[in-house]
T-cell receptor, first 113, second 115 residues
Framework: EPEVTQTPSHQVTQMGQEVILRCVPI?????FYWYRQILGQKVEFLVS????????KSEIFDDQFSVERPDGSNFTLKIRSTKLEDSAMYFC???????????FGNGTRLTVT | AQSVTQLGSHVSVSEGALVLLRCNYS??????LFWYVQYPNQGLQLLLK??????LVKGINGFEAEFKKSETSFHLTKPSAHMSDAAEYFC?????????????FGQGTRLTINP
């Protein structure tokens, strides 16, 4: 069965550095998402992306965040200048047409030191 | 605004016992409701979904959930727990089923199975 794949599984970075989290959605899917889960807290919506543009974003998704689908297969989340509070598990998800559910990747654990 | 509350951050049952994980939702429009499961070191896997058809929804691995509008609940049950059911379970609500569906998750319930 097709899967959403995320790399790396764990990323450690220093505060102030830029990180790029990578995702390969399921190939025929059209809608793409990033969610995050801070340790011990809820899974929170960050952003949805459709037709090469952001369709919705949460208040968490401020100017330090950006998303891109650079080559038709990858879907990336960039955090420009990481803060300690960005440490979390970041989940990518994709969805096909119509009544299909979201499919999630295994997540990237980001640790900012 | 939509929200989901999961009662009990940690539930522990014996192998073979009934599993009941509670979820209450708040939605100003007819909701679509989901249960996801997260096994250790894995992503979120869809267990089942309610999309305004039958109120009793059957999912994978013997789980089912019942939508009760009068109680604004969507509790997850399984008659007999198995050791492999140990995982984190998330209830989620969405107001859109087609197009760019956005999920709002509960805080999760960690299910532990005692031998």
């Amino acid at each position: 069965e097709p899967e959403v794949t995320q790399t790396p599984s764990h990323q450690v970075t220093q505060m102030g550095q830029e990180v790029i989290l990578r995702c390969v959605p399921i190939s025929n899917h059209l809608y793409f998402y990033w969610y995050r889960q801070i340790l011990g807290q809820k899974v929170e919506f960050l952003v949805s992306f459709y037709n090469n543009e952001i369709s919705e974003k949460s208040e968490i998704f401020d100017d330090q965040f950006s998303v891109e689908r650079p080559d038709g297969s990858n879907f990336t989340l960039k955090i420009r200048s990481t803060k300690l509070e960005d440490s979390a598990m970041y989940f990518c998800a994709s969805k096909g047409q119509g009544n299909s559910p979201l499919h999630f990747g295994n997540g990237t654990r980001l640790t900012v030191t | 605004a939509q929200s989901v509350t999961q009662l009990g951050s940690h539930v522990s049952v014996s192998e073979g016992a009934l599993v009941l994980l509670r979820c209450n939702y708040s939605s100003s429009v007819p909701p679509y409701l989901f249960w996801y499961v997260q096994y250790p070191n894995q992503g979120l896997q869809l267990l089942l979904k309610y999309t305004s058809a039958a109120t009793l929804v059957k999912g994978i691995n013997g789980f089912e959930a019942e939508f009760k509008k009068s109680e604004t609940s969507f509790h997850l049950t399984k008659p007999s727990a198995h050791m492999s059911d140990a995982a984190e379970y998330f209830c989620a609500v969405s107001y859109l089923i087609q197009g760019a569906q956005k999920l709002v998750f509960g805080q999760g319930t960690r299910l532990t199975i005692n031998p």
